[in-house]
């Protein structure tokens, strides 16, 4: 029984230790790879805000039209012009359909990865990893990613520096680390599933879902909510990805924030939403990887 126990510990680390970042740091000396450089003054953008907008927005409002049978309840809210904007879309997508006939016309829907294939011309979900012993991994599994392409988001409930996170932390390797201190918890399990489902809960306006809880389930509406699943680079696999902090701005469309996988675990809305997306350093094929740097340095 004690070998058993010990054994199970063991694959327990060899998992835990691609994401646990006192291990990291003890090893850069052998693992310089695994640095995330950021320039000073806290600027780690690779790509504009409005770059990472345009592509959310892109996403999620494919998603939108793709679902547009279920959203009947959501679009009698929205004001003329947003419904002609959809009617616009719509009719670039499925010429000849008129937006209150697409809900019955629409008998198969394209799964979210399709969408995000013919949106952004690549698709990622998870698999086994390519790593030994390391679990989970995000791999591109159709199409080409290109250098500067969001790939990823990093799901999961947000946490300020002051709020309370010691429970859910507790044996938690899902645990992101902004460079203000902010923390965002991306376990889908236990008590941080339950955290997050709470909030989502709350936070919803009539029809209007104000983030996305499906990343908690086998059936993900925003296919790009598996960022805390790719894992840290190694000597051998460097880094194709890296991680970028973006704030949602006020302006986002209400409509489209039931794709966003991220909610705030207060209920204060002085502070804008924060997201952690994943960027490609490079092209990326369909078949690789994605692999990010975890350890920060500020330069």
């Given at each position: 029984?004690?070998?058993?126990?010990?054994?199970?510990?063991?694959?327990?680390?060899?998992?835990?230790?691609?994401?646990f970042?006192?291990w990291?740091?003890?090893?850069l000396?052998?693992?310089?790879r695994?640095?995330?450089?950021?320039?000073?003054e806290?600027?780690d953008?690779?790509?504009?805000?409005?770059?990472?907008?345009?592509?959310?927005?892109?996403?999620?409002?494919?998603?939108?039209i793709?679902d547009?049978?279920?959203?009947?309840?959501?679009l009698?809210?929205?004001?003329e012009?947003?419904?002609?904007?959809?009617?616009?879309?719509?009719?670039v997508?499925?010429?000849?359909?008129?937006?209150?006939?697409?809900?019955?016309?629409?008998?198969?829907?394209?799964k979210?990865?399709?969408?995000?294939?013919?949106?952004?011309g690549?698709s990622?979900?998870?698999a086994t990893?390519?790593?030994i012993?390391?679990?989970?991994?995000?791999?591109?599994?159709?199409?080409?990613?290109?250098?500067?392409?969001?790939?990823?988001?990093?799901?999961?409930?947000?946490?300020?520096?002051y709020?309370?996170i010691?429970?859910?932390?507790?044996?938690?390797?899902?645990?992101?680390?902004?460079?203000?201190g902010v923390l965002?918890?991306?376990?889908?399990?236990?008590?941080s599933?339950?955290?997050y489902?709470?909030c989502n809960?709350?936070?919803?306006?009539?029809?209007?879902?104000?983030?996305?809880?499906?990343?908690?389930?086998?059936?993900?509406?925003n296919?790009?909510?598996?960022g805390q699943?790719?894992?840290?680079?190694?000597n051998?696999?460097?880094?194709?990805?890296?991680?970028q902090?973006?704030?949602?701005?006020?302006?986002?469309p209400?409509e489209l924030k039931?794709?966003?996988?991220?909610?705030?675990?207060?209920?204060?809305?002085q502070?804008p939403?924060?997201?952690?997306?994943?960027?490609?350093?490079?092209?990326i094929k369909?078949?690789?990887?994605?692999?990010?740097?975890?350890?920060?340095?500020?330069?």
């Amino acid at each position: 029984m004690p070998g058993r126990l010990l054994r199970g510990l063991w694959q327990r680390w060899r998992r835990y230790k691609y994401r646990f970042v006192p291990w990291i740091a003890l090893n850069l000396n052998h693992n310089p790879r695994t640095l995330r450089y950021v320039p000073e003054e806290s600027k780690d953008k690779v790509i504009s805000d409005e770059d990472v907008l345009g592509t959310l927005l892109k996403v999620f409002q494919a998603l939108f039209i793709n679902d547009l049978n279920k959203q009947s309840d959501i679009l009698t809210m929205l004001p003329e012009t947003v419904k002609s904007n959809y009617h616009d879309l719509l009719s670039v997508q499925h010429p000849r359909v008129k937006l209150l006939e697409h809900r019955h016309q629409q008998q198969n829907n394209f799964k979210p990865e399709e969408i995000l294939y013919k949106t952004l011309g690549f698709s990622v979900a998870r698999a086994t990893s390519s790593l030994i012993s390391a679990g989970k991994g995000v791999f591109v599994t159709r199409g080409l990613v290109p250098k500067g392409a969001v790939v990823s988001m990093y799901p999961g409930t947000v946490y300020q520096k002051y709020e309370p996170i010691f429970f859910q932390s507790i044996g938690n390797p899902f645990i992101f680390r902004c460079l203000d201190g902010v923390l965002i918890d991306g376990n889908d399990k236990g008590i941080s599933k339950v955290v997050y489902r709470s909030c989502n809960g709350r936070d919803r306006l009539g029809p209007f879902k104000m983030s996305d809880s499906t990343w908690l389930t086998s059936e993900i509406c925003n296919p790009l909510a598996v960022g805390q699943y790719v894992n840290n680079c190694s000597n051998d696999r460097a880094a194709n990805v890296c991680y970028q902090e973006f704030d949602v701005p006020a302006v986002f469309p209400i409509e489209l924030k039931q794709y966003l996988p991220n909610i705030a675990y207060s209920c204060d809305k002085q502070s804008p939403l924060r997201c952690v997306i994943l960027v490609a350093l490079r092209d990326i094929k369909q078949g690789e990887e994605l692999f990010s740097n975890y350890y920060t340095i500020v330069s």
